[in-house]
């Protein structure tokens, strides 16, 4: 059973793509900043701390793993998480990139795109695709895990 690093702040987001991850068959280390919230018991699910100013921390949970989703709640209004986002999205996806996370599967609200675009086009040796929290982006999540498009390019279901 192939095993996935998930990675985000507790929210609909991350809870979407969980489930969705999980009806596929999928194993999950779900990596959350309250994991006590999570409330969904499953023999493929392990729930651990995420904390996104511990950098070494970060890599050390991403050893071993070759693809690493990353959600981002789409509430633009929510400051606790929009602060998060803004100091260590790049922390993180450094962090994964050392640790040997060979691609980033980014999901965020299309407002947010052109932020999460500049921070994973600058990077080199890993790839990456980035996925608009519009229509199915949960199944389109766990659908670009089995059946990777390696692009390089914001997916969006417009």
């Not at 809870?15 to 990596?31: F, I, K, T």
């Not at 693809?67 to 998060?84: F, P, R, S």
């Not at 999901?107 to 795109?113: F, K, L, T």
């Not at 695709?129 to 670009?144: C, H, K, L, N, P």
């Amino acid at each position: 059973m192939k095993e996935i690093a998930l990675l985000g702040t507790n929210g609909h987001v991350m809870g979407n793509v969980l489930g969705a991850l999980l009806a596929r068959g999928l194993g999950v280390n779900a990596m959350v900043d309250f994991p006590e919230k999570v409330m969904l018991a499953d023999s493929r699910l392990t729930v651990t701390h995420f904390n996104p100013a511990d950098r070494g921390k970060t890599e050390a949970s991403l050893q071993g793993y070759t693809e690493a989703v990353l959600t981002y709640n789409d509430d633009l209004e929510d400051k606790y998480t929009n602060e998060l986002t803004l100091k260590y999205f790049v922390d993180t996806v450094l962090a994964a990139r050392r640790a040997g996370v060979e691609r980033v599967i980014v999901v965020g609200a299309q407002e947010s795109e052109a932020y999460f675009l500049s921070g994973l086009r600058r990077l080199d040796n890993i790839d990456w695709v980035f996925i608009s929290t519009e229509g199915d982006y949960a199944g389109r999540t766990a659908r670009e895990i089995e059946e990777p498009t390696f692009h390089k390019e914001p997916y969006s279901e417009r």
